[in-house]
């Protein structure tokens, strides 16, 4: 845990060992109760989001044939929006996750299925399963610390470019999804000759045809079908604002993931040797969960519990709800932090960040900085349970 | 053809997932039936027949279908005989004998969609006109039940012999039908056996079966049943050189338990692991973790459960065999891992 004590604080300094591992073991134990409890009632759950979904989609894209008619193309967009939105999140992210494989259904499994996004599901599945998820918040490693073009730690290196990028930031919300895809396709990498020519040729030609099957459908045949009943310009423009109101949301979901303040951020060599304690330690103190009703944890895929999401990728989004409080629990005896907030104030502190990192550290230090790093005392620490009797 | 046209405007969902809102039957990419009736038979039995969907093509009699349930939320596949006759809707029996024979026995209704895959296997009537001789015990009787229900009443030329082993006339899975059948036509004789009275037949000499059937060296012979009976059957025709004229239908399959083998197997186009002992196969190993393992028989003999080895040894467990050759397709369905496993899958 290097990287933690070159902070003004470290907020792991007070476990020992012996509490790391007795945190693995707890964890471990959680993870096993779901696993065991899983059964009909959640593969119930996802096939009602499928099943939602595809009804919101196939009502919304109707009612837009009569967009001509201005309340329909007011409901037929929103309705649109959020059928994408649910496609992305719960769906999409959650399945290729693996979160539903236990069911063998071949229709919902990580191997077979593909979303509505730019960015091809192999290609992110790659990027985002196995690079993000095995070094979050590693600096160096993971790439989504910023996604390459931005700086979001103090121990990132400050270049003059960085002054622009809550510009950049802004940009990416909107076209987020092709962000994603030129990201999974390793862009950065490639220019700085560090990809094979011959693997980003190959990938470049899916992530091609993927933008290009996802446009005809939204920007050509939707509208030109609309045509019919006068409604062209309409459906465009509809389908047009559902790509960006999702790429918006999504963006910012995953901003407050493992952007805002009070997020810890790792080097390179403090995961060498890592134990699954360490590994689980890492994964809470690197994300951030959002408060919120119960509509919106679905509408961010249930990533609002980003914390418990980050510790069991694969367990199934629907039970993320459930072992919050037993993760929050395990943080409260355990003294460390367990980052949470309302949207617009976890949005607020991640843009927070982004802007004042485009500065270097001695003008960000000036500009009044978010405390939320307060010491957490823990309440049950088993190293120092023990020590009476070992007296 | 028109379908796949229209998925410019479902991309990157196919139009059926979106006509399966409607119709769920009408997804020719994963075939199912609908139960129309469940029929108890003699104890832990039931005949459950199902109207088919888009997909499926009618059955020759003796073939047998995968049938896919979901139990606690997680699909499973077995295979079942079809016991209906050629030509009609398709019907299976099944002994409630573990998790998804029960489950089928216990759980069926009339409405509950069934997964299926299309009929298959070559236990087949010979194609002309042959005496027969049925050797069945247990549940092995279904697959004859629809190879009798289809030839005797429809072939005055046909003549059967069936001779069906259960422990007591209890459990004699469509006892009544078949003294009907036999009363009414000459061409089907039917001798039982009931195992817990009479003891199972004696194959170490040929005198047992001389007395239920004396020509059975001349007839065209089908055996279906537990493997011991399979196994004795065949070596009786093998001695008595008649081993082309049986037919044999396995049911299960005898596997090892080996306590040496096991080992960690790594599905390497799925990105998932798996730790195995010595008497879970690959499959088993692979379904646990969630991998989309093909499968069919999952006993064997289909060879529908082939993947590449890309590194590591396996053991075959009906021989102990053992196989390491890099790209070999390895049945996973009856082969365990010894040590760390690789599978390109
Ligand atoms: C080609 C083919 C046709 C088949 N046709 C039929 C059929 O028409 N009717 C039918 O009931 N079954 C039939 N089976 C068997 C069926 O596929 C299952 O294997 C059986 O239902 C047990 O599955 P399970 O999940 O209930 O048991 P599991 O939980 O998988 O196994 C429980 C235990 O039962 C044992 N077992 C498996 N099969 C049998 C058996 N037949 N008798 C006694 N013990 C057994 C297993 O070795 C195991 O120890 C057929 C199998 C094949 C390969
Ligand atoms: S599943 Fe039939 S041989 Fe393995």
């Known amino acids: 845990m290097t990287a933690l004590q070159k902070k003004d604080h470290n907020p792991v300094a007070h476990l020992t060992r012996e509490d790391i591992e007795s945190l693995g073991r707890e964890l471990d134990a959680v993870r096993a109760s779901v696993v065991e409890s899983r059964g009909t009632s959640d593969a119930a759950y996802i096939r009602r989001v499928i099943k939602t979904q595809r009804t919101l989609e196939l009502g919304s894209r109707a009612l837009l044939l009569a967009s001509r008619w201005k309340p329909a193309f007011v409901v037929g967009t929103i309705g649109l929006t959020v059928s994408k939105v649910l496609e992305n999140m719960e769906i999409g992210h959650n399945v290729m996750h693996g979160q539903w494989d236990w069911m063998r259904d071949p229709k919902i499994h990580s191997t077979t299925w593909e979303w509505d996004n730019a960015s ?5 599945k790659h990027s985002h399963n196995e690079l993000h998820h095995t070094y979050t918040n590693v600096l160096g490693r993971d790439n989504d610390l910023g996604y390459g073009i931005m700086r979001v730690d103090e121990d990132q290196k400050w270049h003059p470019v960085y002054l622009g990028q809550p510009v950049w930031n802004f940009v990416n919300a909107c076209f987020f999804e092709y962000g994603i895809a030129a990201y999974d396709l390793e862009l950065g990498k490639y220019f700085a000759g560090r990809k094979d020519k011959a693997v980003f040729k190959r990938d470049a030609t899916k992530v091609v045809n993927k933008i290009r099957q996802q446009a005809t459908k939204d920007y050509v045949v939707h509208p030109a079908l609309a045509l019919l009943t006068g409604s062209a310009r309409r459906t465009l423009l509809a389908n047009y604002t559902a790509n960006l109101g999702r790429n918006l949301w999504t963006h910012s979901v995953i901003m407050c993931g493992h952007f805002p303040e009070g997020v810890e951020t790792f080097t390179k060599t403090s995961i060498d ?11 809470m103190l690197g994300s951030a969960n959002i408060r919120g009703t119960k509509a919106m944890h679905i509408a961010t895929g249930n990533l609002s519990y980003q914390i418990e999401h980050h510790l069991f990728p694969d367990l199934p989004s629907n039970r993320y709800a459930e072992i919050a409080p037993q993760v929050r629990d395990l943080c409260e005896r355990y003294g460390l932090p367990y980052v949470t907030g309302s949207l617009p104030r976890q949005v607020a502190s991640a843009w927070g960040k982004v802007i004042r990192l485009s500065l270097p550290n001695h003008l960000a230090a000036r500009l009044k900085r978010p405390t939320r790093r307060t010491q957490v005392e823990p309440t049950a620490l088993p190293s120092r349970l023990r020590e009476p009797t070992a007296a | 053809m028109a379908l796949s046209a229209a998925s410019v405007f479902t991309a990157p969902r196919h139009p059926q997932d979106f006509l399966q809102l409607v119709n769920p039957l009408s997804s020719a990419r994963q075939l199912r039936g609908v139960v129309t009736s469940v029929t108890p038979e003699c104890s832990g039995s039931v005949t459950i027949a199902f109207r088919p969907g888009r997909g499926w093509h009618a059955h020759e009699a003796g073939q047998y279908a995968r049938i896919g349930v979901e139990i606690d939320g997680v699909r499973q596949w077995r295979s079942y005989s079809l016991s209906a006759p050629a030509g009609q809707d398709p019907a299976i029996t099944v002994t409630a004998v573990g998790r998804v024979s029960r489950h089928l026995v216990e759980s069926t209704r009339v409405g509950d969609v069934l997964f299926l895959a299309p009929p298959q296997g070559d236990f ?10 049925m050797l069945t015990a247990g549940s092995g009787i279904t697959p004859v039940m629809s190879m009798i229900r289809t030839l005797v009443p429809r072939r005055p030329d046909a003549d059967v012999v069936l001779i069906h082993s259960a422990r007591t006339p209890q459990d004699a899975l469509f006892r009544a039908e078949l003294a009907t059948l ?4 000459d061409g089907l004789h039917v001798a039982h056996r009931y195992t817990a009275t009479d003891g199972r037949i004696d194959f170490t000499s040929p005198a047992d079966l001389d007395a239920l059937c004396p020509d059975w060296r001349s007839r065209k012979a089908y055996v279906c049943g537990p493997a011991e009976l399979l196994d004795d059957a065949s070596q009786m025709w093998h001695d008595h050189h008649v081993a082309d004229a049986l037919s044999v239908e396995r049911f299960e399959t005898a596997l090892l338990t080996d306590a040496g083998a096991g080992g960690r197997v790594v599905f390497e186009k799925s990105d998932k692991e798996a730790v195995a002992d010595g008497s879970t196969t690959l499959l088993e190993a692979g379904e646990d973790a969630g991998v989309l393992m093909p499968h069919g028989c999952r006993m064997g003999i289909c060879r529908s459960c082939l993947v590449p080895l890309r590194a590591g040894q396996i053991k075959d467990l009906r021989t102990g065999e053992t196989h390491a ?3 070999e397709l390895i049945q996973t369905c009856i ?6 496993v690789h599978l390109d899958v």
């Not at chain 2, 087949?124 to 001789?133: D, E």
């Not at chain 2, 036999?182 to 036509?185: F, G, L, N």
Request: hydrophobic content about 30%; overall charge negative; charged content about 25%.
């Open chain 2, 325 to 327: 050759d890099e790209g």
């Open chain 2, 124 to 133: 087949l009537l010979p194609t002309g006109p042959r005496p027969l001789l």
């Open chain 2, 182 to 185: 036999a009363a009414d036509h």
């Open chain 2, 335 to 340: 082969s365990a891992p010894c040590g760390t």
């Open chain 1, 273 to 283: 040797g890592e134990t699954r304690g360490d590994w689980y330690l890492r994964q």
């Open chain 1, 120 to 124: 091809p599901a192999d290609l992110w």
